[in-house]
């Protein structure tokens, strides 16, 4: 009599057990570095900024997610409750994701500038100061596609790798970035919740974002 381990296991299976232990080391790998980096940023003084809010605060999110969500810079909001896309702009997400169908759990996001500051106080040190920390974070989830909130979160990747487009600002298009990494541009989190014209190119690039994801996961 033969015992059930007695059955050799089809290769197919096998495959599928390799491919699940390889995701697992990956996203293991992925919380790790992602944790690490939450406690440097936390600690960052690299600019005055750190000094007019609680502390920097790192992005949250699925540390393999293919889509990374980047505005501009903490908000209040945010900084108070020590959680990036806290408030109307995260509300504003979450409701657009559902509309659409996207799962917003398979999203990363975060701040150009990881520190509470008005927009118009924003300068070119600023970003500069937080370029290792946005650089690393998309070192690590290795995002196809970032959907890049004001001119600001434009200029911050532009410091990482150059835009080949000399007007690389251009709101409501898909333009290529990093390696084979693509970007969705529109303007400010803060002006597409208070313009009505902003708030039409938010949609359109959250559908533009929806069709793109769902390209390259067929």
Same mark, same amino acid.
């Given at each position: 009599?033969?015992?059930?381990?007695?059955?050799?296991?089809?290769?197919?299976?096998?495959?599928?057990?390799?491919?699940?232990?390889?995701?697992?080391?990956?996203?293991?790998?992925?919380?790790?570095?992602?944790?690490?980096?939450?406690?440097?940023?936390?600690?960052?003084?690299?600019?005055?900024?750190?000094?007019?809010?609680?502390?920097?605060?790192? =992005?949250? =999110?699925?540390?393999?997610?293919?889509?990374?969500?980047?505005?501009?810079?903490?908000?209040?909001?945010?900084?108070? @409750?020590?959680?990036?896309?806290?408030?109307?702009?995260? @509300?504003?997400?979450?409701?657009?994701?559902?509309?659409? =169908?996207?799962?917003?759990?398979?999203?990363? %996001?975060?701040?150009?500038?990881?520190?509470?500051?008005?927009?118009?106080?924003?300068?070119?040190?600023?970003?500069?100061?937080?370029?290792?920390?946005?650089?690393?974070?998309?070192?690590?989830?290795?995002?196809?596609?970032?959907?890049?909130? =004001?001119?600001?979160?434009?200029?911050?990747? /532009?410091?990482?790798?150059?835009? @080949?487009?000399?007007?690389?600002?251009?709101? %409501?298009?898909?333009? /290529?970035?990093?390696?084979?990494?693509?970007?969705?541009?529109?303007?400010?989190?803060?002006?597409?919740?208070?313009?009505?014209?902003?708030?039409?190119?938010?949609?359109?690039?959250?559908?533009?974002?929806? /069709?793109?994801?769902?390209?390259? /996961?067929?």
């Amino acid at each position: 009599m033969h015992s059930l381990n007695d059955h050799p296991v089809s290769p197919l299976l096998n495959e599928q057990s390799k491919i699940e232990e390889l995701f697992e080391e990956y996203l293991d790998k992925a919380i790790a570095e992602t944790l690490l980096l939450a406690k440097k940023i936390q600690t960052c003084k690299a600019c005055r900024l750190h000094a007019l809010c609680n502390e920097p605060l790192p =992005g949250a =999110g699925y540390p393999l997610a293919d889509i990374l969500v980047l505005k501009e810079a903490v908000t209040k909001q945010e900084d108070a @409750e020590r959680v990036a896309f806290f408030g109307e702009i995260g @509300e504003a997400l979450r409701s657009g994701f559902k509309k659409l =169908g996207l799962d917003i759990t398979d999203v990363y %996001g975060t701040n150009a500038v990881k520190c509470s500051v008005p927009l118009k106080d924003i300068n070119e040190t600023n970003i500069k100061a937080c370029k290792e920390h946005l650089e690393t974070e998309i070192e690590i989830l290795q995002p196809r596609i970032i959907l890049a909130m =004001g001119e600001f979160s434009i200029k911050a990747l /532009n410091a990482i790798t150059p835009f @080949e487009e000399e007007n690389y600002f251009n709101p %409501g298009k898909i333009i /290529n970035w990093g390696q084979g990494i693509k970007v969705i541009m529109t303007h400010s989190s803060q002006d597409a919740l208070r313009n009505q014209t902003f708030k039409k190119e938010f949609w359109s690039a959250l559908k533009l974002l929806k /069709n793109y994801n769902k390209n390259i /996961n067929n």
